[in-house]
């Protein structure tokens, strides 16, 4: 009761704001079990983002779902209302130009939800299910990556694909690509997901995957939160690593780091053995940068003078790498420890059989004592190969010679790595500001191009952020999703994550940082590099045409198929809701 009054609230609300007429009976038809909050807080919540570029947009109200029915309820209660209101998902707000948002209509907050509001109504939304067996794992679309990484790790399992930061929505990230260090080997997220439960712009409530309604499940991935809700995804697991060894090493020329990677990259098909588990970098273009939020690695024992270095261009490139360990080190050589000391109590038993001599003992102490040096073998050996697997591959690149930085660490503390870096920036007041990012994607064959003319030329030698660079295999991303790649068969991301701070550094600012972007869109224009925006923006619809390409014409007819009302995750700005 207490819910239909705040929808009925909130719906009223909505009719004042567009000013449409009211028919009583169809708010009574609504029937929308969830918690809807018109609480000024969660109102305010949902309409920020990470970005803070756009100004706020308070929905009309919020809901928190605890389940697939809330959200379809809801959806189909906006499609079949005669004033009509927009529906958008919210996974943990961590767009960049209001994605997530919209005015005049109802914000599904889908994390979060097991703590929020949803809560007092004592429904949730489902935990993660793992199968160990198939290895795969059933989430809610609002789960956080982190959540369902601790999930699988009960079970000694964990997702393949990653992004560099987990406290993001398995929705929005799948609704986008989802992509880090391991898409050259297993494509982005994308690309391991065996099926969907999501809820089309009708309220309808559709399972899909290759087999099953599978036009729905490619168009949803990458889709842009265009034609449906994911209210369940089925995530692709392996064995989880324990450990892993994160190197990095600097480069002055942008032909051989480019080179370097795109050898590594290359090696995707080889066996696990012979290749790294992850493949990033980053470009540095000031010595303060070095020691920015994803560069703590470099420590400040360990400090790195740039100028000692003799940067081309006054630009430093720095390969980032890792190699998952299937096996615990620290375990392993605990492993060695107890063999040592297994070792150290048999010699001293056998000096005591030499003093009182009886033939069985003799045979009991012969065996112990070599199935125990077997053992202390075997783990040296197994050290042994991991590391030399590690420094052959190291052998075959071609950085700058003492550039070496390495560290061994938890696999959850390499994955979580970035949150790390969050909590410091929080504490300095830091975390909260504007965010004017981009991300592109660059074809391989004009990367050079990019960095004479980005890197080198626009950026100047000031950046207030990192910029990653790192490329992808095309053959592992699946040209039937709706995801927008270059018409190459490899492709680099760069991403621009810079902060806007205002502290009174002219390049620090918004407008600059702002301006500049578009400079670089604008000079890949003149330029003929064809990039593609990652998590794009654009505000026209022509934009939008191009940068589908042959894509679009599918987009298009989807959309009209499954969401024709254009309800669905209008702060995309791709289609303008039909009243
Ligand atoms: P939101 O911002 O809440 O939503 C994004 C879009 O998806 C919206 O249009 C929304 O309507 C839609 N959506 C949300 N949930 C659903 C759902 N359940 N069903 C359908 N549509 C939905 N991306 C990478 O690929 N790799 C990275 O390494 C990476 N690192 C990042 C680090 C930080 C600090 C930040 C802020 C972002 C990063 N991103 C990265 C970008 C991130 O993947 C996207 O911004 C993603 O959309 C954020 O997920 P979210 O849950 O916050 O989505």
Known sequence: MATKLLLTFAICRLIVTVGLTLDPTELLLL?????????PTDVKAASLDFGLLTGAQPPLAVMHPASSQDVAQLVKAAYGSN????VSARGHGHSINGQAQTANGVVVQMSGSKGGSGVASGRKPP????????????????ELWIDVLRSTLQHGLAPKSWTDYLYLSVGGTLSNAGISGQAFNHGPQISNVHELDVVTGKGELLTCSEEQNSEMFHAVLGGLGQFGIITRARISLEPAP??????????????TFTRDQEYLISLHEQPASQKFDYVEGFVIVDEGLINNWRSSFFSPH??????????NGGVLYCLEIAKNYH?????????????TYCTQIQLSLWITLLYNPKSMDFVFLFFGTLVISFNVLNSKLWLMTEMQEVESLLKKLNFIPASVFTTDLPYVDFLDRVHKAELKLRSKGLWEVPHPWLNLFVPKSKIADFDKGVFKGILGNKTSGPILIYPMNKNKWDHRSSAVTPDE????????????LDNGEETHSLEYITNQNRQILRFCDEAGITVKQYLPHYTTHQEWVDHFGNKWDRFYRLKMEFDPRH?????QQIFTPTN
Do not use: M
């Open 127 to 142: 935990h993660p299910r793992v199968w160990p067996q198939e290895r795969f794992v059933d989430v809610w679309g609002g």
């Open 302 to 311: 360990n400090p790195v003078k740039i100028s000692s270095l003799e940067p």
């Open 242 to 255: 324990q450990r892993v060894r994160w190197i990095r090493v600097l480069y002055s020329n942008f032909s």
């Open 327 to 339: 096996e615990s080190t620290a375990s392993t050589i605990d492993q060695v420890h107890i063999c």
């Open 489 to 500: 068969d490899v492709f680099y991301l760069v991403a621009l994550l810079r902060s806007a």
């Open 567 to 571: 309800i669905l995750a209008s702060g």
């Open 31 to 39: 029937g929308v079990d969830a918690q809807l909050s018109v609480d």
């Open 83 to 86: 004033f009509g209101f927009t």
